[in-house]
């Protein structure tokens, strides 16, 4: 049966505003949900639900579909009704310095343990000198110094005494003690020692000797003396600390009860700051008495600015907010487990627990934590330690440069802080699937996939749905409300972005830019409203702004630049379609085939492909040609063609199967000597049995030769042969769609490609006989003829070749 040409009613499916409850957009309130998402929405509800360990959520779909701002939508909504989650401070860990102890406090008290603590130390500072300057102090301090002098001075005196005995004397000089001989009770000068006789010289000598025995024995036991007095001048002092810091700390631990970590750590700044007690003193007394003893200084900075006295408040929550969501948008590990800076002191890089810094799994813990996956993925370690972090319920904080081992400056290691976080990843189906196939670790992290649509079905209700969305976002943006005509048209325009008729985007952000512009056309000619014709001309602006390139590969071929031809007919050649991107335009235009056909073993030569620029499909698309050739028409014969298929003046990738119906009719047309009309472009790809597959860009493929013809001239026989399969996808512009109503353009939908024959060739295709042969004369009959003169020429040639001999090379 002839084909006849699609009705113009087939090409667009237009929105009837009239049909549109409601006038303008601000009528309608928002959408219960994102249009078309109800699965994904779904997901994300119960993935926020469940808390068993694993049940994470992975949010899959092409970006600008609004995946951001539903899952915020869902996840802030759950947030509300739940608790804020807890504060955490890191502390001094006072039995090992280089790892600072993690405490987890209830909401909103985290900043109130580093006041008090602050407060704390600053009692300290004022009341623990002035303990020690007291007067009970000062009396009990000296007392015991008289203690440790008169003990000194009693051993002194009975060393005095054993000296007397043996006719000497102790003398006091600046030198310390010097024994010297005496007579008559009196200390002999040494110029009369020196005249003395030499054995009573001798005699003093010995006794003196014997008298230094005695003295050492004396000085033997005055570092015993010393160390007593020591110890009990520090166990005055400690009792003194003890007892002024133990008032100050009771107050402060009062304030705490009921946290057992708190006051844990209380406890022990309590117990630190008696045992650093000189910390908080002078050097010296006010009144320059050095007898007064004071506490050694071991700490020299300001006691309040000390690091060990410091809470570091890393994440504090506000009652009655509900549970955390946050969106982390910066790459990098720190940016996801937090970090510790270093200062410069001295030249040397340091580092104390007040510059350990929160990251984001801080800032969530018990609530919700958005991340993009690429951006994840992208960064050294950032999805190792996410994977870690969910695993163990626990937050390392680390560098890169510790995890590579390159770090060198001194650095502490924070106590890793249980975790309790939903973790929402972003991403598309690549990055899903990529993950899901490489990596074990990631379906027992990520158990909940939220897939979002990429469209949804045209309906009525999805009309309503959508306007309800396209006035959310005009509040949004505070733009201006659209009128019924103008929602109708953004309608059509999703329905065009989805590629068809049948279904409308779920693109939101082109539909959002869209809105935009529209809204700033309708202010430039001075509507209140945004009606259909400022949508019109937001869209036209849009394809005019991204079109220099398209325009360029039009008036190449206008020009004969590029070989292609809108009339007359020829062998053996073809108008095929092609789409590209530029920038964020899909364009289509007319690609020149040529086949040649010839005598030869039986294949088809892809000249894409031995140039190394046809892709796998494209490939393939010819491989099923030559599958379908050989069936279809030599059956019972060797296939003895050798032919050559190739896109004319193409000098870049060719990758898809879509120009395969193409590339078979021009092989059928060398092969039956039949001329192709080339006022006709064709696209769809075949299967081998020739049957016609819809194909992707249609409208764009359409447009594009139409825009072409449009240049050399319209005359009423040019148009577009498209798979039968393909005509829901149709929403074509209103210029190609009055031009088919007017008679000069058209459109035909085969399903076979016998009726893309005719309709090329203007002859009859031939169906198979009752004898299993085509016609003769028909299209199909004089390819099968053509191939089975092949057949014979090369059996011919086989007949006529002598013989090898054996060992011929």
């Known amino acids: 049966m002839p084909v006849d040409p699609l009705p113009p009613a087939s090409l667009f499916r237009p929105t009837d505003p009239s049909k549109l409850p409601f006038t303008t957009t601000a009528e309608l309130p928002p959408p219960r949900e994102p249009p078309g998402q109800k699965r994904a929405m779904d997901a994300l509800r119960f993935g926020a639900t ?203 631990r009062e304030a705490w009860e009921g946290l ?153 290691e924070p106590e890793p802080i249980p975790l309790d976080v939903k973790v929402v990843l972003m991403g598309d189906r690549r990055i899903y699937a990529v993950l899901s196939a490489l990596d074990p670790d990631f379906p027992e992290l990520f158990k909940v996939a939220a897939d979002f649509a990429d469209e949804q079905p045209r309906t009525s209700e999805a009309d309503v749905e959508l306007a309800r969305l396209l006035g959310q976002m005009a509040r949004t943006d505070k733009l201006k409300a659209l009128d019924a005509s103008a929602v109708a048209r953004v309608i059509e325009f999703a329905a065009r972005f989805a590629g068809d008729a049948e279904k409308v985007t779920g693109h939101t952000r082109a539909l959002a830019d869209v809105l935009r512009e529209a809204d700033a056309w309708a202010t430039v000619a001075g509507h209140d409203l945004v009606l259909a014709e400022d949508v019109e001309r937001a869209l036209a602006e849009q394809e005019r702004r991204a079109g220099r390139v398209r325009e360029q590969v039009h008036e190449s071929i206008h020009r004969g630049l590029v070989l292609v031809s809108t009339k007359g007919a020829v062998v053996g050649q073809v108008n095929g379609l092609a789409v590209v991107r530029s920038g964020s335009l899909d364009f289509g235009f007319p690609v020149r085939i040529t086949a040649r056909t010839r005598l030869g073993k039986g294949e088809v030569v892809d000249i894409e492909r031995e140039a190394t620029l046809g892709g796998p499909l494209h490939s393939k698309g010819v491989l099923i040609i030559s599958g379908l050739l050989g069936a279809r028409y030599t059956r019972d014969a060797p296939f003895s063609l050798s032919a050559s298929v190739v896109f004319e003046q193409s000098y870049g990738p060719v990758e898809g199967d879509s120009a395969s119906a193409a590339e078979l009719f021009a092989l059928l047309s060398s092969l039956a000597d039949a001329p192709l009309s080339q006022a006709i472009a064709v696209t769809g790809s075949v299967d081998q049995y020739g049957r016609v597959q819809p194909i992707g860009g249609v409208n764009e493929k359409v447009e594009g030769f139409f825009d072409v013809c449009r240049q050399a001239g319209l005359t009423g026989e040019q148009g577009v042969i498209v798979p039968a399969s393909n005509v829901k996808h149709l929403m074509l512009k209103r210029d190609v769609v009055q031009a088919v109503k007017d008679g000069r353009f058209r459109l035909w939908a085969i399903e076979h490609i016998d009726e893309g024959l005719e309709l090329l060739t203007g002859q009859p295709a031939g169906g198979v006989g009752a004898d299993g042969a085509f016609p003769a004369g028909s299209v199909n009959g004089k390819v099968a003829a053509r191939l089975a003169a092949l057949s014979e020429q090369a059996r011919s040639f086989a007949k006529d070749k002598p013989p090898e001999r054996p060992g011929t090379p």
Not at 64 to 75: C, D, E, N
Not at 307 to 314: E, K
Not at 373 to 396: C, I, S, T
């Open 260 to 412: 057992p970590d708190v006051l844990a750590y209380l406890k022990a700044v309590e117990q630190d700051v008696v045992d650093n007690a000189g910390a908080f003193l002078d050097g010296d007394d006010e009144d320059g008495d050095e007898k007064t003893p004071t506490l050694p200084r071991r700490l020299r900075d300001e006691p309040r600015r000390l690091p060990r006295y410091q809470v570091n408040v890393l994440v504090s929550r506000e009652p009655g907010k509900g549970a955390p969501v946050v969106h982390e948008e910066r790459g990098g590990l720190r940016h996801l487990v937090g970090r510790v800076d270093h200062r410069q002191l001295f030249g040397a890089l340091t580092t104390d627990l007040t510059l350990i810094k929160k990251g984001a799994l801080h800032e969530a813990n018990g609530g919700y934590l958005l991340l993009d996956a690429l951006d994840v993925l992208q960064h050294p370690y950032v999805w190792d330690e996410l994977k870690r972090a969910l695993r163990l319920g626990l937050v390392h904080i680390e560098s890169v440069g510790e995890l590579m081992g390159l770090s060198a400056a001194a650095s502490i």
């Open 50 to 252: 469940i808390r068993q360990q694993g049940y994470n959520v992975f949010a899959l779909g092409p970006s600008g579909l609004g995946k951001r701002h539903s899952i915020r939508a869902v996840l802030e909504q759950r947030a509300a009704s739940e608790p804020p989650g807890d504060d955490w401070c890191y502390v001094h860990h006072f039995a090992d310095e280089n790892r600072p102890k993690c405490l987890r406090l209830p909401c909103g008290r985290g900043r109130a343990l580093a006041r008090d603590v602050e407060a704390f130390i600053d009692a300290v500072s004022t009341r623990l000198p002035a303990a020690f300057q007291s007067d009970d102090y000062r009396r009990r301090a000296k007392e015991l110094e008289k203690a440790h002098e008169d003990r000194c001075e009693v051993e002194l005196a009975k060393a005095r005494e054993q000296i007397q005995k043996l006719g000497l004397a102790l003398v006091t000089s600046p030198n310390g003690f010097v024994i010297a001989p005496t007579k008559d009770g009196a200390v002999i000068p040494p110029d009369t020692f020196a005249g003395l006789p030499e054995p009573e010289r001798k005699a003093y000598q010995d006794l003196i000797e014997k008298a230094h025995g005695e003295l050492e024995v004396f000085a033997g036991k005055l570092p015993a003396f010393e160390h007593e007095h020591h110890d009990k001048l520090r166990e005055l002092n400690r009792a003194l600390a003890s007892s002024t810091v133990s008032r100050l700390a009771a107050a402060l």
